[in-house]
């Protein structure tokens, strides 16, 4: 079964400082991943998605994500949080079936500090 | 802009009362969703209509329904809520049936149950 895996509930990263965000998907063909922002009190915001082509994609606000398919893995990196940053976090699996939806990741809640 | 709209933001009802969530969208897509978001759990799907095909997940109660009268409008019913229904109810829309296409979420509606 189609699954994603958040390993960390909760970070906190000191503004300035580099920040990663791990995932983990099990599929048994090529996955079609997406990370998405979500904001307190608001809905879920793309920040970028890979489902071929070169494995480090770019995303919006700074985010970079890179493909690991020997690792299962898509983790989400930005090299200098601001305290905008804070929210929500949630790795994707596109399910393999034409017009079914995400497979979510439970999220991982990024704080910021000063 | 462009967006998907959901109303109400903060919904009240009483055990066993109905209610019912909009949701409406300016993009003009095909397909529509239904999400249901427990506290610090991900997004889960409940249905999605693929134009008017309604597709409705194994483990959606029954108690849940949905109509989509037009392209751009989409509800949710509950029709006799219980304590275990509060949640984030997200919407979100997507053109076409290719995996890779971007779901487009709404700010999403927060039901209260008392």
């Known amino acids: 079964a189609q699954s994603v895996t958040q390993p960390d509930i909760h970070i906190t990263v000191s503004e300035g400082a580099s920040l990663e965000l791990r995932c983990n998907y099990s599929y048994g063909a090529t996955p079609y991943l997406f990370w998405y922002v979500q904001s307190p009190g608001q809905g879920l915001q793309l920040l970028l998605k890979y489902f071929s082509g070169d494995t480090l994609v770019q995303g919006i606000k700074g985010f970079e994500a890179e493909f690991k398919r020997s690792q299962s893995s898509f983790n989400l990196r930005k090299p200098s949080v601001h305290w905008s940053d804070a929210a929500e976090y949630f790795c994707?699996?596109?399910?393999?079936?034409?017009?079914?939806?995400?497979?979510f990741g439970k999220g991982t809640t990024l704080s910021v500090s000063s | 802009d462009a967006m998907v709209i959901q109303n109400p933001r903060y919904q009240v009802t009483q055990f066993g009362k109905p209610v019912t969530l909009s949701c409406s969208q300016t993009?003009?897509?095909?397909?529509m969703y239904w999400y249901q978001q427990k506290s610090s759990q991900a997004p889960k799907l409940l249905f999605h209509?693929?134009?008017?095909?309604?597709?409705n997940e194994a483990d959606t109660p029954d108690n849940f329904q949905s109509r989509r009268p037009n392209t751009s409008f989409c509800f949710l019913d509950i029709r006799s809520p219980g304590l275990g229904d509060a949640a984030m109810y997200l919407c979100?829309?997507?053109?076409?049936?290719?995996?890779?296409?971007?779901?487009?979420f709404g700010p999403g509606t927060r039901l209260l149950v008392l």
């Open positions: 993009l003009n897509h095909n397909v």
């Open positions: 994707a699996v596109a399910q393999s079936q034409a017009g079914t939806a995400l497979i």
């Open positions: 209509y693929y134009d008017k095909d309604f597709n």
């Open positions: 979100a829309t997507r053109q076409g049936a290719q995996r890779e296409e971007t779901q487009y």
